[in-house]
């Protein structure tokens, strides 16, 4: 006596308490023919066991968006461009969830299909109980290739596939109606171009053009007439694993060189040599010790050393040279100068280019030539406590770490500003236009675009403090969304602008804790008991900078 077949069990589903206000499938007939029509032919697709336990795990690990978080991290570790696209990636997912399930499921909603004519393999544990469109998932897969695919093309073909599988998942396994699936792709995919329109790529490396316009330099075959203060205690040899005294005198045997020492007046020694004077315990590499007025000034040293060449060299009106030694060399990497090699060569063709200065006076006393940065508050702490931990933690997560330790203990500062006072946490003005739109820029593409650039972390505002913090975190974001949505600027927190020139006017005469100014790595102690005023004026091209005029061929 045979026994009838037992059905499979029934998936136990129980009914959302809320399931729209506008259901696709009951508003739309040609949607709901569409849609069971669809709903008809996935079910009676058989791909295999193997292939419908795969699926059910796939759509399983979508859960929560833990599969994009883990191939975001798994892109974040390819590099930069990696780290650009996981992030962006991962905001349109944060928002594609959102919009999906907080409003789209609310706003739409509906009831799902039915899994149980499904066999067991094909089903899901536990299915959900919120309404039907659009899908979550879908939306969230959309959202994840199409911000990848935005910041880095290739990675985005290799994650669209994933998408799909996933988007198709949803059908195979009975949680959602075609409508759902193709509404939450459409919700992710726009959701992620919008981001993108909000806040723009930053810029590629561009073509290769030289740091500023050419100017006129003497070629030094040998070195003959250069002059170069070396600044051992700089770090040279340990970052770029090159000794410049054994460079000069290898590529530049007939350059005079002087080993920077304890109690050495730098400026002092460079104004004897364009003299012609003996510059006190200089050399010539190859030995003959012979005394002429320089043709030009060289260093090998950080940023704070070459900030004082420079000034040397601009009132002597030679050029310089810049051998990146240091353990800061944020000047050489802007001139291109990436190596002591490119140096050499330059010296011994001839190449150099006309790059901008800046001038600070301080009350009225003889300008210093900036090359770099000038800044106010906690942006040197800041920049300090950032460049310790970002060889361990990546340039980004170290900014958002060192912003977080160092506004805590933060005191704001009173500047009057081109004749507005203003309370700042941080005020930093860069020589030329810097990279990222933050409150910590790194680095700079050009050396001859003619302005400051102006960064000041205001606080004023209610929840300053926390605001810049915020705003630092979105690496730049807040303020390129601020562009495009006009009535959000009044609510930031970062101020910034480009000028030629800044007026500025420190303490007020009542006695407070001394006000801390900096320069290209330099200090500078103010008594916070008096009214300092200092200027900083753009000199555009003020500086010839032996370098390349074609960096392409190095």
């Known amino acids: 006596m045979s026994s009838a077949p037992v059905p499979p069990p029934q998936t136990p589903r129980r009914k959302p308490r809320f399931t729209g206000l506008v259901k696709p499938h009951e508003a739309f007939p040609a949607v709901a023919r569409l849609d069971r029509r669809m709903n008809d032919r996935t079910y009676r697709r058989q791909l295999g066991p193997r292939a419908d336990a795969a699926l059910v795990r796939l759509t399983t690990a979508a859960n929560h968006s833990v599969l994009w978080m883990g191939l975001g991290a798994g892109l974040a570790a390819t590099g930069a461009r990696g780290r650009r696209a996981a992030v962006r990636g991962l905001v349109s997912v944060a928002a594609a969830s959102a919009t999906a399930n907080l409003l789209g499921k609310g706003l739409f909603g509906g009831d799902r299909p039915s899994a149980d004519p499904l066999p067991l393999v094909r089903r899901l544990r536990r299915y959900p109980t919120t309404p039907s469109f659009p899908s979550g998932h879908s939306a969230t897969a959309g959202a994840f290739a199409a911000g990848v695919a935005l910041e880095w093309p290739a990675a985005g073909l290799v994650v669209a596939p994933v998408a799909g599988a996933v988007m198709y998942s949803r059908l195979h396994v009975g949680a959602h109606w075609l409508s759902d699936v193709v509404g939450g792709a459409a919700l992710g995919v726009g959701l992620a171009v919008l981001g993108r329109w909000l806040v723009p790529s930053p810029p590629g490396p561009g073509p290769d053009v030289p740091a500023g316009p050419r100017a006129d330099v003497p070629a030094l075959p040998d070195g003959e007439g250069l002059f170069v203060v070396v600044n051992t205690s700089a770090g040279s040899g340990r970052i770029l694993k090159e000794d410049p005294l054994e460079v000069l005198g290898r590529d530049l045997p007939k350059a005079r060189v002087h080993v920077l020492a304890e109690g050495d007046d730098l400026r002092e020694i460079y104004d004897r040599a364009a003299r012609g004077e003996d510059a006190g315990g200089s050399r010539e590499s190859g030995g003959s010790g012979a005394t002429r007025p320089a043709l030009a000034l060289g260093i090998s040293g950080g940023d704070g050393t070459v900030a004082t060449a420079a000034g040397a060299a601009r009132d002597h009106d030679l050029p310089l040279v810049v051998l990146p030694g240091g353990t800061l060399n944020h000047f050489a990497k802007a001139a291109d100068l990436t190596s002591m090699s490119a140096t050499v060569e330059a010296v011994r063709t001839g190449s150099g280019v006309s790059v901008d200065v800046a001038e600070l006076r301080v009350d009225g006393r003889d300008p210093v030539t900036v090359l770099n940065t000038f800044s106010l508050g906690i942006y040197p702490e800041l920049v300090s406590q950032r460049e310790r931990a970002e060889k361990r933690l990546g340039k980004w997560p170290a900014t958002v770490w060192a912003t977080a330790r160092v506004l805590r203990a933060a005191a704001p500062l009173k500047v009057s500003v081109d004749g507005v006072v203003g309370s700042y946490w941080s005020f930093f003005a860069g020589v030329n236009r810097y990279v990222p739109q933050n409150l910590a820029p790194v680095e700079r593409v050009r050396l001859?675009?003619?302005?400051?650039?102006?960064?000041?972390?205001?606080?004023?505002?209610?929840?300053?403090?926390?605001?810049?913090?915020?705003?630092?975190?979105?690496?730049?974001?807040?303020?390129s969304v601020a562009e495009r949505v006009r009535p959000l600027e009044r609510h930031l927190a970062l101020d910034a602008w480009t000028t030629p020139d800044l007026s500025l006017r420190l303490g007020d005469g009542t006695p407070h804790d001394a006000v801390i100014l900096a320069h290209d790595g330099e200090t500078l102690e103010l008594d916070g008991g008096r009214v300092t005023d200092a200027t900083l004026t753009m000199v555009p091209g003020g500086l010839r900078v032996y370098a390349p005029t074609d960096p392409a061929a190095g």
């Open 448 to 479: 001859d675009d003619g302005v400051l650039d102006v960064r000041t972390g205001r606080a004023e505002k209610r929840y300053s403090r926390a605001r810049l913090f915020l705003e630092t975190v979105a690496g730049g974001g807040a303020s």
